[in-house]
């Protein structure tokens, strides 16, 4: 058993508990029947959370599918879960730093418009860090005519691709 790293006087015990997971940054996020470890000694507890980013990737997908509008921790928490900053979300966004710190504001929140919150759950629901998102979307905004595009797909085993 390892020796509690608080007051290094105890063996810590095992048990599995229930543990409100707010070092997510959200306040409503409870794990069910962790391992904790508990000093009987000073009363300290540690948590032991496998699998991490799984988790969060399991957190962001409720939180893409929830039916209500995302509140501002939930933002925060999304834009986190893609790899950005506050800034790099703006830039990829295109808005002002200043949008997303109102949208992510606990004490004084502006909403997000809808169209924003959309792309926000769609670019979460695609599971990729999109790292040229920002040049893409630049190259799209000087095209001035829309066309459609010409797809060319096969059907594979595993399901229907775009063809080369």
Known sequence: MPICPQCNQA???????????????????????????????????????PRLAELHRAIALLLIRKPERLV??????????????????ARKFHCS???VSRWESETNPTPMSNAYELLLRTLVAQ??????YQ???????????????????VLEEDGWRRAA
Not at 75 to 86: P, Y
């Open 11 to 49: 063996e810590l015990t095992v048990c599995r508990e229930n543990h409100h997971y707010v070092e997510s940054g959200l306040g409503n996020v409870t794990l069910r029947a962790i391992a904790i470890r508990r000093c009987p000694g000073c009363g300290a507890s540690f948590a032991s959370i």
């Open 97 to 99: 730093p200043s949008q």
């Open 135 to 153: 040049q893409h979307m630049e190259e799209i905004a000087t095209v001035a005519e829309a066309r459609p595009a010409v797809l060319a797909l």
């Open 72 to 89: 501002p921790t939930e933002i925060r928490f999304l834009r986190k879960h893609l790899g950005w900053s506050g800034a790099d979300f």
């Open 127 to 132: 599971g990729e860090r999109i790292e040229d």
